[in-house]
């Protein structure tokens, strides 16, 4: 009997915050949620926790720092940033092996949200994030049979039902605060800075003939007034999800070409950044 009391005492539901804004539980619900209509995929949750109100469902094929950044982009142009985001330990948000060599010790998720001033704790067990988890299990139920209702049978008509659901949902379940006041601050970050901030970032040593590796490819630096000077400096990888990826040191955009084992790096292959890319988002590799 005493070994029961403790356990539950142990996972006592921890105090929602007071304010709206104040911490967001987050979190990705990997489930068959257009049964056997569709593909299985990943419903990204953003829930207040002070009020259990749906901030933001997304779709998405699997839980990855870019589906998690794109999701983030979404939340902040809508609310503005929270004071905190909570989360479980998932890669994204932690580095699971802190003996590691190199690297920042943060996960690129991390440090996005610290160019932002916003918070992230991660939880230490599922019941400490029990808003999201009980969430999760309620979508699975009652969202999956409103979008058996409305037939939908993919991710793109899933995001696109999606804001209708959440109004809904709040209507009924959301609750009000302890305190009135918004945590929220405004988004005071240019949509070009923000593009900035929302990406994969790392920085690569220069080699004495201009040249650095990425993704397991050799990435060739242009000659020219500025390039010549960067052999044995530091430059920084800016790999997009949406648009090719940048060289930059110092502000300055870098042209750039790929070299890889099965083509020969030519004159066309030396273009500008803006027009060669690629979406891989390996780290350290």
Known sequence: MAITQAAQELHQPRLRRESYGELIQIDGSEHRWFEGRGEPCTLLVFIDDATSKLMQLRFVPSKSTDSYFEALQ???ETHGCPTAFYSDKHTVFRINKPDAKGGSGM?????????????IICANSSQAKGRVECANRTLQDRLVKELRLERVCDMEAGNAFLPLFVERFNERFALTPIKSENAHRPLNVKASRLNDILCHREQRYV?????????????ILERNELSEKLAGQYVEIHNFADRPMEVRWKGHSIPYGIFSKDQRVSHTAIVENKRLGHRSRSLGK
């Open 74 to 76: 979404v939340y902040l």
């Open 207 to 219: 080699g004495e003939q201009l040249t650095l590796t990425y993704d397991r490819k050799q990435v």
């Open 107 to 119: 996960t690129q998720f991390d440090r996005a949200l610290a160019e932002l001033n916003i918070e």
